[in-house]
């Protein structure tokens, strides 16, 4: 089954989404267009699979975060025993605002 996920800021710079996936749920196959950033909430199972059918799997630590570049295209499903949760923050704009 795929989820929606709460998106918790959406402005000109970032968009700010949660997502709760129970066991056996999926964010439903999709492209990143912008670099981002996910924290785990929780830990866990994800497997990835990419356009082409190949999988991936991958463990969440809860308060570890990692950065992956635009344009990666996949599905995420929750391959745990239990409910995993994450915040995405996808980068829109960079610029410099020290020199404002």
Do not use: C
């Amino acid at each position: 089954m795929t989820v929606e996920p709460t998106v918790h800021v959406d402005n000109e710079r970032v968009l700010v989404t949660e997502w709760v996936l129970g066991v056996g749920e999926s964010t439903g196959p999709h492209r990143h267009e912008r670099d981002y950033v996910v924290v785990p909430l929780t830990g866990g199972t994800l497997r990835m699979t990419a356009p082409d059918g190949s999988q991936t799997t991958g463990e969440l630590a809860a308060g570890r975060p990692y950065f992956r570049t635009a344009g990666v295209e996949h599905e995420v499903v929750n391959a745990g025993e239990a409910p995993v949760a994450f915040i995405e923050t996808e980068v829109k704009e960079v610029s410099d605002h020290r020199s404002e």
